[in-house]
């Protein structure tokens, strides 16, 4: 999969070559590149934002730089996903995440300020599937927190990122789920003891507990995820 990145603050995304993804880089199953929204500016202080038409406070992403930007990544052939963070966007979702993973071409356009000039969206339209996606319901002070978290959220459900797939289907929201209570050696620390029936080697038994232990966490912490 390719990953292009325009951000002002692309030294964000240096924690992104570490770890899975760095590997999965270093591998090349992924092909990620952070580009800086300056780059496609032509003044002196290369600048990105202006005041907002009709008045209001702060300052909003001008549309030029971004559409040099766009014009730059998006292939002559193939329509890339363009997706821009934004809080008022769609809420993003290990489903989202899954969807997204099966994309071979994904472009994130990371806001600043009051966001980004509506027209950039329009046209970016032109070029590709746009998504405005949302981390929740609160605000950051930009993209690159909300990109990093989707990236790598997207990036491990690449064949090949995570060493075990089976790690990737027992995981917390992948059936609907909050995932079960886990434990490591050793059996008894500072007096608490693991679950007898983790040590049982019964694995119909640990199985059927680990469910009962995913059912009753969700319905105590998320049981919204319970109505759907
Ligand atoms: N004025 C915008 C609004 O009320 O919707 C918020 C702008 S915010 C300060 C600046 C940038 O941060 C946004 O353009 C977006 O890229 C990013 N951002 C802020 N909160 C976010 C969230 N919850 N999810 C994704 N991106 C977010």
Known sequence: MRIDVVSIFPSYFDGLTLSLLGKAQ???ILDLNVHDLREWTHDRHRTVDDTPY???AGMVMKPEPWGEALD???PDTGRPTIIFPSPAGEVFTQATARELATREHLIFGCGRYEGIDERVFEYAAELGE????????YVLNGGEVAVMAMVEAIGR???GVVGNPESLVEESHEDGLLEYASYTKPSVWRDREVPPILLSGNHGAIAAWRREQQVERTRAR?????DD
């Open 54 to 56: 009709g008045g209001g």
């Open 72 to 74: 730059a990544l998006a």
């Open 26 to 28: 270093d591998s090349g």
């Open 222 to 226: 998320r049981p919204d995820l319970l």
């Open 130 to 137: 746009v998504r405005l996606i949302s981390l929740g319901d």
């Open 157 to 159: 459900l690449i064949p």
